[in-house]
Protein backbone atom coordinates (compact mmCIF):
# COMPACT_ATOMS: atom_id res chain seq x y z
CA UNK A 1 0.00 0.00 0.00
CA UNK A 2 1.51 3.20 -1.24
CA UNK A 3 1.68 6.29 1.28
CA UNK A 4 2.49 9.94 1.43
CA UNK A 5 2.53 11.82 4.07
CA UNK A 6 3.37 15.75 3.87
CA UNK A 7 4.35 17.66 6.32
CA UNK A 8 6.40 21.31 6.62
CA UNK A 9 3.42 24.02 5.75
CA UNK A 10 2.36 26.92 7.86
CA UNK A 11 2.05 30.37 7.72
CA UNK A 12 5.61 32.57 6.37
CA UNK A 13 6.18 36.23 4.91
CA UNK A 14 6.29 37.00 1.86
CA UNK A 15 10.27 36.83 1.25
CA UNK A 16 10.63 33.93 3.55
CA UNK A 17 11.35 30.44 3.09
CA UNK A 18 9.54 26.88 3.69
CA UNK A 19 10.84 23.10 3.20
CA UNK A 20 7.70 20.97 2.32
CA UNK A 21 8.45 17.14 3.33
CA UNK A 22 7.11 14.26 1.82
CA UNK A 23 7.39 10.54 3.43
CA UNK A 24 7.14 8.14 0.73
CA UNK A 25 6.74 4.65 1.21
CA UNK A 26 5.13 1.05 -0.38
CA UNK A 27 6.73 2.28 -3.69
CA UNK A 28 7.84 -1.03 -5.30
CA UNK A 29 8.18 0.12 -8.88
CA UNK A 30 12.13 0.12 -9.29
CA UNK A 31 11.80 3.55 -11.64
CA UNK A 32 9.05 6.17 -11.15
CA UNK A 33 7.95 9.74 -10.83
CA UNK A 34 7.21 11.66 -7.86
CA UNK A 35 5.65 15.13 -7.73
CA UNK A 36 4.88 18.35 -5.58
CA UNK A 37 0.95 19.59 -6.78
CA UNK A 38 -0.72 22.72 -5.04
CA UNK A 39 -4.02 23.83 -5.15
CA UNK A 40 -5.21 27.36 -4.32
CA UNK A 41 -8.89 28.22 -3.12
CA UNK A 42 -11.32 28.62 -6.11
CA UNK A 43 -9.00 27.51 -8.57
CA UNK A 44 -7.05 23.79 -10.32
CA UNK A 45 -4.51 21.84 -8.99
CA UNK A 46 -1.58 22.20 -11.07
CA UNK A 47 2.07 20.88 -11.10
CA UNK A 48 4.82 22.97 -8.96
CA UNK A 49 7.67 20.37 -9.62
CA UNK A 50 8.84 16.76 -10.58
CA UNK A 51 11.66 14.44 -10.38
CA UNK A 52 12.16 11.26 -12.07
CA UNK A 53 13.66 8.53 -9.38
CA UNK A 54 15.63 5.89 -11.64
CA UNK A 55 16.56 2.53 -10.55
CA UNK A 56 18.82 2.48 -7.25
CA UNK A 57 16.63 5.73 -5.87
CA UNK A 58 19.09 8.07 -7.71
CA UNK A 59 17.51 11.24 -9.01
CA UNK A 60 17.57 11.93 -12.22
CA UNK A 61 15.65 15.07 -14.36
CA UNK A 62 13.54 17.67 -12.48
CA UNK A 63 11.15 19.59 -13.54
CA UNK A 64 9.81 23.22 -12.32
CA UNK A 65 6.76 25.42 -13.24
CA UNK A 66 7.73 28.15 -15.00
CA UNK A 67 6.28 30.35 -12.14
CA UNK A 68 8.59 28.42 -9.31
CA UNK A 69 11.88 28.27 -11.24
CA UNK A 70 14.35 29.69 -9.43
CA UNK A 71 12.89 29.98 -6.23
CA UNK A 72 11.53 26.16 -5.60
CA UNK A 73 14.00 23.02 -5.73
CA UNK A 74 13.29 19.58 -5.23
CA UNK A 75 14.77 16.74 -4.18
CA UNK A 76 14.43 13.17 -2.99
CA UNK A 77 16.11 11.71 -0.22
CA UNK A 78 16.41 7.87 -1.20
CA UNK A 79 18.27 6.58 2.26
CA UNK A 80 15.00 8.47 4.38
CA UNK A 81 12.29 7.76 1.52
CA UNK A 82 11.59 11.20 1.57
CA UNK A 83 10.42 14.15 -1.06
CA UNK A 84 11.53 17.77 -0.33
CA UNK A 85 10.78 20.87 -2.20
CA UNK A 86 12.71 23.85 -0.63
CA UNK A 87 10.75 27.15 -1.46
CA UNK A 88 12.85 30.64 -1.27
CA UNK A 89 11.49 34.06 -1.94
CA UNK A 90 7.82 32.86 -1.13
CA UNK A 91 5.20 35.21 -2.48
CA UNK A 92 1.88 35.92 -1.43
CA UNK A 93 0.35 33.58 -4.78
CA UNK A 94 2.27 30.69 -3.50
CA UNK A 95 -0.60 30.13 -1.10
CA UNK A 96 -1.87 26.91 -1.33
CA UNK A 97 -2.42 23.64 -0.17
CA UNK A 98 0.72 21.60 -0.96
CA UNK A 99 0.04 17.55 -2.44
CA UNK A 100 3.35 15.27 -3.36
CA UNK A 101 2.32 12.81 -5.41
CA UNK A 102 3.43 9.35 -7.41
CA UNK A 103 2.77 6.34 -9.70
CA UNK A 104 2.43 8.50 -13.03
CA UNK A 105 1.10 6.80 -16.08
CA UNK A 106 3.67 6.32 -18.68
CA UNK A 107 3.37 8.70 -21.59
CA UNK A 108 1.50 11.18 -19.19
CA UNK A 109 3.01 14.45 -18.27
CA UNK A 110 4.49 15.50 -15.25
CA UNK A 111 2.01 18.40 -14.89
CA UNK A 112 -0.95 15.83 -15.36
CA UNK A 113 -2.88 15.61 -12.50
CA UNK A 114 -5.00 12.76 -13.57
CA UNK A 115 -2.20 10.62 -14.29
CA UNK A 116 -1.06 10.39 -10.73
CA UNK A 117 -2.41 7.49 -9.08
CA UNK A 118 -1.35 8.19 -5.35
CA UNK A 119 -2.00 11.45 -3.46
CA UNK A 120 -1.34 12.26 0.13
CA UNK A 121 -3.75 14.63 2.03
CA UNK A 122 -1.63 17.76 1.42
CA UNK A 123 -0.15 20.85 4.04
CA UNK A 124 -1.04 24.18 3.83
CA UNK A 125 1.19 26.83 2.56
CA UNK A 126 0.30 30.66 3.61
CA UNK A 127 2.24 33.54 2.35
CA UNK A 128 1.29 37.08 3.90
CA UNK A 129 2.16 40.08 2.51
Known amino acids: QVQLVESGGGPVQAGGSLRLSCAIS????????VAWFRQASGKEREGVASIFISSGGVSRASYYADSVKGRFTISHDNAKKTLDLQMDNLKPEDTAMYYCATNKAPGRGWRDVAAFRYWGQGTQVTVSS
Open 26 to 33: GVTDSSYF
